[in-house]
């Protein structure tokens, strides 16, 4: 009797079950760390993968500014509200105070450009850097040289910047400014000169342009 009891008694599944726990708990150490080890790869390759991403698109636009080709087609799709403007090179051959811009060499990027006015329209409203920067080859007989940025809301015209040139003994002369402004959808600006026949038109010294900030 005893001896069945003692045979009967041993039944011992609990005990390999807890010693069978103990090494699963064992394993599954290095399986966590296993799949870390592949969280952090795989995060690796992704950071990899957008920094090259992000190296190729700025070779990119580095290319295209070496051609002198500024175009809102392919490295600034993305980009917020953008206009470089590269002025037009006949706009100076008639008797004009608007400077022209030429669209297909001009950086745009959700503003429109109007040729007739020769205005920039903005199409979502915002605060706005607004540049202009225009070299004056030749002198005007009477009046100062000045650039004006233009603005034209609801048919009401106004200045919103206005520089002064002086052109000494013929030299050209380049001038510059910028600032900010609250612009509204559908305001057209524009750049007014002395006159257009007076300015260089060569696309890296006179030139018309925004960012949304
Ligand atoms: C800007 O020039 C246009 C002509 O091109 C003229 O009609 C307009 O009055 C000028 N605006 C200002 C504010 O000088």
Do not use: C
């Amino acid at each position: 009797m005893i001896n069945t009891y003692h045979t009967s008694l041993p039944p011992p599944p609990v005990p390999p079950r807890q010693g069978a726990h103990r090494p699963a708990t064992g394993r599954a150490t290095p399986l966590l760390w296993f799949l870390s080890v592949v969280m952090v790869l795989q995060m690796g390759v992704t950071f990899g993968g957008f920094v090259y991403l992000f190296r190729k698109s700025s070779t990119i636009s580095q290319a295209a500014e070496k051609v002198g080709f500024l175009s809102g087609s392919v490295p600034f799709q993305d980009s917020g509200v953008v206009a470089h403007m590269a002025p037009e090179s006949d706009s100076g051959s008639f008797t004009s105070k608007t400077l022209k811009w030429n669209r297909a060499h001009s950086l745009l990027v959700k503003v429109t450009y109007l040729y007739t006015p020769g205005a920039l329209k903005i199409l979502i409203p915002g605060e706005y850097y607004v540049y202009s920067q225009v070299t004056f080859s030749k002198m005007h007989p009477k009046a100062p040289l000045f650039h004006s940025i233009v603005s034209r809301r609801s048919m009401e015209n106004k200045v919103l910047l206005r520089a002064y040139a002086s052109l000494n003994n013929e030299k050209p002369l380049t001038s510059f400014q910028g600032g900010v402004f609250k612009l509204e959808k559908d305001e057209e600006l524009s750049l007014n000169v002395t006159d257009t026949s007076l300015v260089n038109l060569e696309v890296t010294s006179t030139t018309f342009g925004l960012f949304m900030l």
